[in-house]
């Protein structure tokens, strides 16, 4: 029997250890948990190059050393001071962890959703901001340590930290004025199109006339906020609706290749080569 897409959530982290009991350093109730070595605990759980989608939004606080991975089709390098927040539902990839990397997190259930952040937000701060961000994860973690019933205490600290954030984003795009914000704007408008249709529509001018400007105008907003182009951002799409099918279903390659909107299950499979340096079969095979 083939598996269904893998989710990672609380119920997932519960069955890491014996007998429900976390190991010192890592709080975990019915409602979530706050780590203080996150990459730790969760090293076994994650693999390299393997896309995972998580449940609850999490927030990941960089203390040491580096991590490449893809966030939401994204890829970035989280370096230390840097702050992750992930919405429920985002798409996590780890591409590679340098020795002694160090991470804090926390995750929660029913954080409001509605919050204004986006889907992911990532935060590179200055040592004042960094301190007071360590110094709210310090209360949220002590708060939780002395009192884990308090729930609802946990989750408004949880919250203000996440607006903090969010409050923060907003004012250093104000504070912008070189036209930045607004092609950021368009960015993850573009992104957000990817997500939903791209599937099944390859083809900037798809794009272009759903955001109403040329393609041309789309592609220099899209390689100079990004560094890549349109087309590299909908291939990334397109492998990464691939691997789930591969890795997940029993869907024969001919049937992926066709929802993915190719002409032939040959064209699918250069495609998927010379994205990935592996044939479907092989990484549908791989451990």
Known sequence: MHKTIQ????????????NGIAPKGFLMTEHGFI??????FFSDLLKPNQPYRVEEGRA????????????????FCLKE????????GSIFELI???????????????????LPI??????????EEWRLA????????????????????????CSSFLILLYQTRIAQMKQNENGASRNEYTFHRFLDLVKKHGDKEHNIAFYADKLCVTPNHLGAVIRKTSGLTVMQWIYRHIIQQAKYMLRYTGLPVWDIAERLHFSNSSFFCKFF???????????????
């Open 7 to 18: 989710d990672i959530g609380i119920s997932t982290v519960y069955r890491m250890f014996d």
């Open 35 to 40: 780590t203080r070595n996150a990459l730790h």
């Open 134 to 157: 360590c110094e709210h994860f310090d209360l949220i973690y002590h708060t939780a340590e002395q009192a884990p019933t308090q729930y609802k205490a946990i989750m408004h600290l």
């Open 81 to 88: 001071r840097t702050v992750v927040i992930v919405k429920p």
């Open 96 to 114: 590679e962890k340098h020795p002694g990397t160090q991470a804090q997190a926390f995750t929660l259930k029913d954080i409001q959703q509605d």
């Open 273 to 287: 080569k010379k994205e990935t340096g592996l044939t479907p079969k092989q990484y549908r095979e791989r451990p």
């Open 60 to 75: 990941f606080f960089i203390m040491k050393g580096c991590v490449r991975c893809f966030i939401n089709l994204q890829e």
């Open 118 to 127: 986006d889907d992911s937000m990532v935060f590179l701060l200055e040592e």
